[in-house]
């Protein structure tokens, strides 16, 4: 439908912009808290708060603190968290054993936030890259990423945490046939409520490298994970990769990193119509506090301007590090 408009002067598109009021009653995008995820990272101890140096005001959060943070998520009406461990290193393994383990520190924390803070939903990362001694989201074999061995580890990881009682399920390994094994696995074990958001359009980016620092798996990496995770150039392949976790019985989906793929958040949202989000991953997060603590930009609105580009582009929420500081911004 071609839109009809009077021609100038009858027409003048500035009337609308002319008041705070006018401009309110026009917005066609609306972000609120209730968009937003908080990523997360835990760590052994107690009352320990570690500085991410590459992130700037992120730090890894004991299990005590992490508590704290759920809590004040739901009290700034951010509905839900997503946990991310720092694993010792002497827990990595070849075989990522401790990705399933009951007592690691992702289900330690999945536990105490829900007795906490029942009513937030807690998000988990189903990779093995915490776990794994090589560093990459799946089993490692002679310098092959194993697809098949890398499912049965996952499974069992997702299991464990569904255990534990997580709300939604991540999986971020890119592993072809992963969703579908998974959801199988969840309806037999009785975990029929547990969501799956499948990272379903996950490229090999560049922005990914300050959380890599933040989950210890920068100098564990040999090689990198091409084989994997997706090309940037590509976007059709995208279309069916999303298709394909939704037919194996992925909830939702997302795109991540974010800006530089907003393109393909939107074709997502467009052909399908299914829950669709994006990651505001660590790199965006670092560039904008970055150029905001230099003085070039105005941290504050960019860091507004980009979650509303999400959302314009067709996103049903964000995962983004800045969730409480833009949440506490909403509120005033």
Same mark, same amino acid.
């Given at each position: 439908?071609?839109?009809?408009?009077?021609?100038?002067?009858?027409?003048?598109?500035?009337?609308?912009?002319?008041?705070?009021?006018?401009?309110?009653?026009?917005?066609?995008?609306?972000?609120?808290?209730?968009?937003?995820?908080?990523?997360?990272?835990?760590?052994?101890?107690?009352?320990?708060?570690?500085?991410?140096?590459?992130?700037?005001?992120?730090?890894?959060?004991?299990?005590?603190?992490?508590?704290?943070?759920? @809590?004040?998520?739901?009290?700034?009406?951010?509905?839900?968290?997503?946990?991310?461990?720092?694993?010792?290193?002497?827990?990595?393994? @070849?075989?990522?054993?401790?990705?399933?383990?009951?007592?690691?520190?992702?289900?330690?924390?999945?536990?105490?936030?829900?007795?906490?803070?029942?009513?937030?939903?807690?998000?988990?990362?189903?990779?093995?890259?915490p776990y794994?001694s090589h560093?990459?989201?799946?089993?490692?074999?002679?310098?092959?990423?194993?697809?098949?061995?890398?499912?049965?580890?996952?499974?069992?990881?997702?299991?464990?945490? @569904?255990?534990?009682?997580?709300?939604?399920?991540?999986?971020?390994?890119?592993?072809?046939?992963?969703?579908?094994?998974?959801?199988?696995?969840?309806?037999?074990?009785?975990?029929?409520?547990?969501?799956?958001?499948?990272?379903?359009?996950?490229?090999?980016?560049?922005?990914?490298?300050?959380?890599?620092? @933040?989950?210890?798996?920068?100098?564990?990496?040999?090689?990198?994970?091409?084989?994997?995770?997706?090309?940037?150039?590509?976007?059709?392949?995208?279309?069916?990769?999303?298709?394909?976790?939704?037919?194996?019985?992925?909830?939702?989906?997302?795109?991540?990193?974010?800006?530089?793929?907003l393109d393909?958040?939107?074709?997502?949202?467009?052909?399908?119509?299914?829950?669709?989000?994006?990651?505001?991953?660590?790199?965006?997060?670092?560039?904008?506090?970055?150029?905001?603590?230099?003085?070039?930009?105005?941290?504050?609105?960019?860091?507004?301007?980009?979650?509303?580009?999400?959302?314009?582009?067709?996103?049903?929420?964000?995962?983004?590090?800045?969730?409480?500081?833009?949440?506490?911004?909403?509120?005033?």
């Amino acid at each position: 439908m071609q839109p009809i408009q009077a021609p100038y002067p009858l027409g003048r598109f500035r009337r609308l912009r002319r008041t705070g009021a006018l401009r309110a009653l026009v917005q066609e995008t609306q972000l609120t808290a209730g968009d937003l995820i908080w990523p997360v990272f835990l760590c052994d101890g107690s009352k320990r708060r570690d500085p991410v140096a590459s992130m700037p005001g992120v730090d890894r959060l004991s299990l005590d603190l992490v508590v704290e943070a759920a @809590a004040q998520a739901a009290d700034l009406g951010i509905p839900a968290i997503c946990l991310f461990p720092y694993t010792d290193p002497s827990l990595k393994t @070849a075989d990522c054993r401790e990705a399933w383990n009951p007592e690691n520190l992702t289900n330690r924390a999945i536990r105490a936030i829900k007795a906490a803070v029942p009513d937030i939903a807690v998000m988990t990362d189903v990779a093995l890259d915490p776990y794994n001694s090589h560093g990459h989201d799946g089993i490692v074999e002679d310098g092959v990423i194993l697809n098949d061995e890398s499912i049965v580890a996952l499974v069992k990881m997702s299991l464990a945490q @569904a255990d534990a009682g997580a709300d939604i399920l991540g999986p971020s390994d890119m592993m072809d046939g992963r969703i579908g094994a998974m959801r199988a696995a969840l309806e037999e074990a009785g975990h029929r409520d547990v969501t799956i958001m499948s990272y379903a359009a996950k490229y090999a980016s560049a922005f990914y490298g300050p959380f890599r620092d @933040a989950v210890g798996a920068t100098g564990a990496l040999k090689g990198d994970k091409r084989t994997y995770q997706m090309d940037p150039a590509n976007s059709d392949e995208a279309l069916r990769l999303v298709a394909r976790d939704l037919a194996e019985g992925a909830d939702m989906v997302m795109v991540k990193p974010g800006l530089a793929y907003l393109d393909i958040c939107r074709r997502v949202k467009d052909a399908f119509g299914a829950p669709t989000f994006a990651y505001q991953v660590s790199g965006e997060y670092a560039m904008i506090k970055a150029a905001a603590a230099n003085g070039w930009i105005d941290g504050e609105k960019i860091m507004l301007e980009t979650l509303v580009a999400f959302k314009r582009a067709g996103c049903d929420g964000i995962l983004t590090y800045f969730a409480p500081e833009v949440a506490r911004l909403l509120a005033r």
